[in-house]
């Protein structure tokens, strides 16, 4: 058995660290609950989806371990979440969080891949979410959740990013967002860059958001070329947390 410094963990479970960033920026689900659009509803749903990546940004620190049967409650003016570590071996978690306009239910199930410099790490949970919105008063959707890339990890800056594709679909509509997730490549040129495409329920693409997540994402009326700012990173982000 090796020893290993405590100062390479933060001082957070990996339940806790996992669930503070699914509740992180959980207010666009109560926005999208009260946009008249399905279109738009459909896209502050797959900007929640995306904006998650910023609690990446310089937290590359392990967390610890939870344990078998740990929960994480907590109560807020505007919702309420319940945890649980439900399986050791694998690691799944599950959680429900209820809001203003909307409930939140994921299991995360990850599965993660070792090259030797880098980390991939898939979740192949499910997300599901309701919003009591719409012509029906309940529409379902499922938040898909791109890879993260644990990189560096022996020479170098390490860093932790969203990489690849993933997809939000509105299940009672039909509609559909397409979020793409270049990467950093070997001049940066594309970090943290996002790139989210909404198309209505006959697969014509209708919205365009775009930007850096950690930036601003901006969004585009493709039928009248109509932009305006969607979302911009708060400065409030923890430094070295």
Not at 24 to 30: Q, R
Request: glycine share 8%.
């Amino acid at each position: 058995m090796v020893s290993m410094p405590v100062q390479i963990n933060c001082p957070l479970s990996g339940l806790q660290l996992t669930i503070e960033r699914e509740a992180h920026n959980i207010e666009f689900l109560t926005r999208a609950a009260a946009e008249p659009n399905s279109l738009k509803r459909l896209a502050l749903v797959a900007v929640y989806g995306c904006v998650r990546a910023i609690l990446f940004k310089d937290r590359v620190r392990k967390p610890f371990n939870a344990m078998l049967g740990e929960t994480y409650e907590l109560v807020t003016p505007t919702y309420r979440l319940i945890a649980e570590q439900v399986s050791h071996h694998p690691p799944i978690s599950a959680w429900f969080i209820q809001g203003d306009g909307f409930i939140y239910e994921k299991s995360f199930v990850p599965k993660i891949k070792f090259t030797g410099r880098s980390i991939s790490a898939a979740d192949e949970g499910a997300c599901l979410t309701t919003l009591f919105a719409g012509e029906t008063g309940k529409e379902l959707y499922n938040i898909g959740s791109a890879k993260t890339a644990v990189g560096n990890l022996i020479i170098g800056e390490t860093y932790i990013e969203p990489l690849g594709t993933c997809e939000v679909v509105n299940h009672t509509t039909g509609e559909k967002a397409h979020c793409e997730f270049p990467g950093r490549g070997y001049f940066s040129s594309a970090k943290e860059v996002v790139k989210i495409t909404v198309k209505d329920a006959n697969g014509q693409a209708r919205l365009e958001i775009t930007g850096r997540y950690h930036d601003v994402l901006e969004m585009k009326d493709l039928d009248n070329g109509e932009t305006t700012e969607i979302w911009r990173c708060p400065d409030y982000l923890p430094k070295n947390a």
